[in-house]
């Protein structure tokens, strides 16, 4: 069953996924209102309100007439150095800012009845060739012990009366930010190469497809609980950057980048690049969604040719 919810609170709302999804909304009609750390917007959004977690502030008079929440609020696990105090900061922005959410809808009148959120495929740690549903336990490492930490203090917004969907968000394709101009940058140079063995996976999604999944989960009030939001074709290391090579009539070099060379400068957050996640699509393609990008070549001539 389809319902289309009309008013929708988006946390997070600074990040590309979080204005992209905006936008999308308005174009259907609907109003998106941020909720962030000020009430300074863009035109994405109709109105913003402001919370902050840490000190318990929450202007409730967001939750006025609102049916919806998308929930998107963390800090970028990939803009600095994973120092203790960054590690921290990763988690407790996640955990801290869903348990403050869950317990002022408990405490405040309101009219939510659908809240999707995000976590990621990260959930799974190095999946290496298993292929992973989302009935699978968590893997290892930070990224692993994070998304488990942060799918738990999730599950605390299911709250009578609402139905939550989680989002476990693979390597997301987009032009504009996130990971794929860094990488698309030294294959511009004539410099492109696979990473480490070049065999670990990357479950990818078009950031476009990525939106209207969020738009359907609000709508399909039959999807509850976790669905991986990746395409149905993932692919290893090695062909993502051969693809990019052919996308933007690059060569690729056929000598990869050592492992020792991303731990030398990442260290831990080595992880992000050598470690891979093979990840099912299925229960998501089940929920009777398309994908309008289905194979990694499509999606990157989308976003780089």
């Given amino acids: 069953m389809m319902n289309s919810t009309q008013r929708i609170l ?9 204005r992209q999804v905006a936008s999308a909304l308005k174009q259907l009609q609907r109003s998106p209102i941020a909720l962030g750390r ?31 929440i998308v929930h998107l609020a963390g ?12 590690k921290k900061e990763i988690l407790e ?50 990224l692993a012990e994070t998304c488990q930490a942060w799918e738990e203090s999730l599950h605390k917004l299911a709250l009578p009366g609402i139905r939550l969907v989680i989002l476990r968000i693979g390597f997301v394709i987009d032009r504009s930010g996130g990971a794929l101009p860094v990488m698309a940058r030294p294959v ?12 670990q996976f990357i479950s990818w999604i078009d950031s476009s497809d990525l939106i209207r999944l969020f738009i359907h989960s609000l709508d399909n009030t039959t999807m ?12 290893r290391n090695t062909t993502f950057i051969q693809e990019i090579g052919r996308t933007l009539h690059r060569p690729i070099w056929p000598i990869n980048i050592p ?20 990840v099912s699509a299925d229960k998501t393609l089940a929920s009777d969604f398309h994908f309008n990008y289905p194979s990694l070549p499509e999606s990157l001539h989308h976003h780089l040719a």
């Fill in 188 to 199: 511009r140079w004539m410099a492109g190469a696979a990473y480490g063995s070049g065999k």
């Fill in 75 to 86: 800090a970028s696990i990939a803009d600095h150095k994973w120092t203790p105090a960054r």
């Fill in 259 to 278: 492992s020792f060379v991303f731990k030398t400068l990442l260290g831990e957050q080595s992880e992000l690049v050598l470690g891979g996640q093979y």
């Fill in 10 to 18: 988006i946390t997070g709302a600074s990040g590309m996924i979080a």
């Fill in 93 to 142: 922005s996640r955990t801290r800012s869903t348990e403050f959410l869950a317990h002022t809808l408990q405490k405040s009148s309101h009219s939510i009845k659908t809240i999707v959120a995000a976590s990621a495929t990260g959930f799974y740690g190095n999946s290496a060739e298993r292929l992973m549903s989302e009935t699978d336990a968590a893997g290892d490492g930070f």
């Fill in 38 to 68: 000020s009430t300074n917007h863009d035109d994405r959004f109709d109105m913003a309100f402001t919370w902050n977690p840490s000190a318990n502030q929450f202007d409730t008079k967001a939750l006025i007439g609102t049916d919806a």
């Fill in 224 to 235: 509850n609980g976790t669905f991986n939001a990746v395409a149905p074709q993932p692919v």
